[in-house]
C-alpha cells in the first residue's frame, strides 16, 4: 500500500536559512508525488509535483523537490526562508488512488 | 476559473440541526472528494464521487450524507452531529486521481 513519512513534525529556521522538509515514501509502483502548503484556517495549496518527467520539480513560492528512487525520497527545499513561509507543509503520494496524506510538518520561521 | 467554492466558511450547529456544506467547482473536474482536518493534523477522505456517482465512502457515519447533483456541485448534509464531528471540511476536485485541487473549507463547530 501507498504511504508517506513526513521525518519531523516540527522545523524551525532562520529567516533566509536554507529550508529542507523531508518526505520519504512507500509505493509498489512509480508513484506521483505532491507537496501541499496550508495556512491557518485556510485550504491546502499545491506547491509542486512529480509525475515522472522530470526528478528535480521546481514549484510556486522558489520551492523544489528532488525525487531520488534509490532513497524512496522527495524532499521539498527553498534556499531562503520568508516569514511568509510559515505554514503546514503535507507530502502526499497517490498510485490510482486518492492522494494519501503524511502526518505534516509544520513550519516555523524566526526572524 | 480554477476555483473550488465551498459555502458557508464557518458554521455553528446544535446536535439536533440539520445542516449541509455546498461545494462548486467550473473546472470540468469528474471527480470530487470530501475531507475532514483536525486541528494539527492531516486531511482525511470521507468520500469520493467519480462522475457523479459515489465511488468511495471511508466508513463515514450515515449522519454525514453526501450528495453530488451534478458534475460541479458537491454537498454535505448534516444531521444530529456528536461534539467530536467539529473540524475543517475540505471539498477538492480532480481530473483524476492525481493533483487535488481544495476549496478554502468550511470550519465546522457543533454544540
Known amino acids: 500500500a501507498q504511504s508517506v513519512t513526513q521525518l519531523g513534525s516540527h522545523v524551525s529556521v532562520s529567516e533566509g536559512a536554507l529550508v529542507l522538509l523531508r518526505c520519504n515514501y512507500s509505493?509498489?509502483?512509480?508513484?506521483?508525488l505532491f507537496w501541499y502548503v496550508q495556512y491557518p484556517n485556510q485550504g491546502l495549496q499545491l506547491l509542486l509535483k512529480?509525475?515522472?518527467?522530470?526528478?528535480l520539480v521546481k514549484g510556486i513560492n522558489g520551492f523544489e523537490a528532488e525525487f531520488k528512487k534509490s532513497e524512496t525520497s522527495f524532499h521539498l527545499t527553498k534556499p531562503s526562508a520568508h516569514m511568509s513561509d510559515a505554514a503546514e507543509y503535507f507530502c502526499?503520494?497517490?498510485?490510482?488512488?486518492?492522494?494519501?496524506f503524511g502526518k505534516g510538518t509544520r513550519l516555523s520561521v524566526i526572524a | 476559473d480554477t476555483e473550488v467554492t465551498q459555502t458557508p466558511k464557518h458554521l455553528v450547529m446544535g446536535m439536533t440541526n440539520k445542516k449541509s456544506l455546498k461545494c462548486e467547482q467550473h473546472m470540468g473536474h469528474r471527480a470530487m472528494y470530501w475531507y475532514k482536518q483536525k486541528a494539527k493534523k492531516p486531511p482525511e477522505l470521507m468520500f469520493v464521487y467519480s462522475y457523479e456517482k459515489l465511488s468511495i465512502n471511508e466508513s463515514v457515519p450515515s449522519r454525514f450524507s453526501p450528495e453530488c447533483p451534478n458534475s460541479s456541485l458537491l454537498n454535505l448534509h448534516l444531521h444530529a452531529l456528536q461534539p467530536e464531528d467539529s473540524a475543517l471540511y475540505l471539498c477538492?476536485?480532480?481530473?483524476?486521481?492525481?493533483?487535488?485541487?481544495f476549496g478554502e473549507g468550511s470550519r465546522l463547530t457543533v454544540l
Open positions: 512529480y509525475t515522472s518527467a522530470a526528478t
Open positions: 477538492a476536485s480532480s481530473l483524476n486521481t492525481g493533483e487535488l485541487f
Open positions: 509505493s509498489s509502483v512509480p508513484p506521483y
Open positions: 502526499a503520494v497517490s498510485e490510482d488512488t486518492p492522494l494519501v
